[in-house]
């Protein structure tokens, strides 16, 4: 099947510290791609994978699961890991919640972890009845685009497998036990009017993550895909800030 528009991944060979960049569910790299790129720009080593599944009809990520989503995304960490010194994991949505198990079971390789709206739970789409309604209805309508500002679309699919929603859920419950194991220095920005993952899933993470470095910042303007939104800049500034923190400022002294 033919990628849609934006759906590429990207890849972008910089410095010695190196970041990875995850997209959400029903989505595609295009929705975090100005993130990326932003990051590419300042001299960082940066992967934005797509996603199995992803990218290019809805048909085609009823047959993945969680475990194929978070293998490509293990995959990407430790190609950066070969060439970088450091590296620190950014994610919008279910990205988010990739990264963070990405950070629960690799410690040390991880130096840092960015999220942006990430989930923790399934809502709404009858959550508890997906174990016996995925065998009966295929899809339900889609969550892509929830952003603010006029004239911008998320590329994303119109429709929600079920199959693929109830493998989610269960990786959500399976990775709020793990979230304990997350020690590193966190960056969690979040979208007060957001209508696809509520305040109370980064309420959760912020309760459960063990990292003594945390930072929680409001992004008052964007709905949920606010890596294409009206605080878009914000995310993309204060991520490079957060990474050049802890690297040494700048972070991209480090690109040669």
Known sequence: MPLLPGAEPFRHDGGEVGVLVCHGFTG??????PWANYLAERGLTVSLPLLPGHGTRWQDMAITGW???????????WRLRERCSRVFVCGLSMGGALTLRLAARHGEAVSGVVLVNPANKVHGL????LPVTRHLVRTTKGIASDIAKPGVEETGYDRVPLQAAHSFRGFLRKLDSELPQVTQPLLLMRSPQDHVVPPADSARILSRV?????????????????????????????????????VGSPAAASHG
């Open 28 to 33: 595609s790299p295009q929705s975090v791609r």
């Open 67 to 77: 475990q194929d989503w978070y293998a490509e995304v293990d995959r990407e960490l």
């Open 126 to 129: 009858a959550a508890r009845t």
């Open 210 to 246: 063990s990292s003594l470095d945390v930072t929680e910042r409001l992004l008052e303007k964007s709905y949920h895909v606010a890596t294409l939104d009206h605080d878009a800049e914000t995310i993309f500034e204060q991520t490079h800030a957060f990474i050049s923190r802890l």
